[in-house]
């Protein structure tokens, strides 16, 4: 899922749009590509690895679709704040994510690694929604990291190791800090950024919505060749069986 759009073509400053509007607009893309797609496999002189690769690609985009359709119908659910907390291990949660994106990543030719991680402790989370927000990281860092790049997720103590970052790090086109500094001041609105015009701010609408649910937060590093996006979770002091 995508977490940034488009500037105005004149340069100027950047439009505000409905959820409902961007929605739309994330739908677009997965729709006109399964078309496509459809059509490719309705042609007479495909092998039959031709057929079995064009089906693959049609499952993955339709996950894609569903996840987008699925989280925002779930991040405007009155209920957000009632989804239980326990303790998580937040390494699984990044082996889990990379097991269920890595067929998708394959195809696109890039790779999901998991940056070797020491041991960290458990932290207040609800499982599937860190899932959800790990996953809309990825997502996005699949459009913009270079062909046959790495997309990595990384994890760390900060906070005098009261928190863990979760992030996911793209290696994607550099973003003028004149750009950043809107992007970063207004995470959570529907913002457009030109150096990545496949994005829109719904994804990170999505995650923050989430992470508010889960007492954390939500950010971003801007690095020379990209971006990271991280998600922030308290520690969890409990016993816990993970």
Same mark, same amino acid.
């Given at each position: 899922?995508? =977490?940034? /759009?488009?500037? &105005? ?12 509007? *961007? ?43 569903? $996840?987008?359709?699925?989280? =925002?119908? +779930? ?30 990543? !394959? ?7 998991? !940056? ?10 609800? $499982? ?11 997502? &996005? ?5 270079? *062909? ?6 990384? @994890? ?12 996911? +790090? ?11 500094? !809107?992007?970063?001041? &207004?995470?959570?609105?529907? !913002?457009?950024?030109?150096? +990545? ?13 989430? @992470?508010? @649910?889960?007492? /954390? ?9 990209? @971006? ?10 409990? #016993?816990?069986? #993970?």
């Amino acid at each position: 899922m995508s =977490l940034r /759009g488009n500037q &105005n073509q004149d340069g100027g400053g950047e439009a505000g749009v409905s959820a409902t509007g *961007i929605a739309a607009h994330e739908l677009k893309s997965p729709l006109v590509l399964l078309r496509q797609l459809a059509l490719e496999l309705a042609g007479d002189s495909l092998t039959d690895a031709e057929r079995r690769s064009i089906a693959e690609q049609m499952t993955l985009v339709s996950e894609r679709a569903l $996840r987008l359709t699925s989280d =925002l119908t +779930r991040a405007e659910s009155p209920q957000l704040h009632l989804f239980s907390l326990e303790p998580v291990n937040p390494l699984d949660i990044t082996k889990d994510v990379r097991l269920e994106l890595q067929s998708l990543y !394959k195809a696109q030719g890039r790779t999901l690694s998991v !940056k070797r991680i020491h041991h960290l402790p458990p932290v207040i989370a609800n $499982r599937d929604l860190l899932r959800r927000i790990l996953l809309n990281f990825a997502d &996005n860092a699949l459009h913009y990291t270079d *062909i046959e790049g790495v997309v990595e997720l990384q @994890a760390q103590l900060i906070n005098e190791r009261s928190v863990v970052r979760l992030s996911v +790090r793209d290696y994607g086109p550099y973003i003028p800090m004149k750009q950043w500094r !809107k992007l970063t001041q &207004n995470l959570t609105d529907v !913002k457009i950024v030109h150096q +990545r015009p496949l994005s829109s701010g719904l994804g990170l609408y999505i995650s923050n919505e989430f @992470a508010k @649910a889960m007492d /954390g937060r939500i950010g971003a590093i801007r690095h020379q060749d990209g @971006a990271s996006f991280y998600v922030e979770l308290p520690v969890s002091h409990q #016993l816990a069986l #993970l």
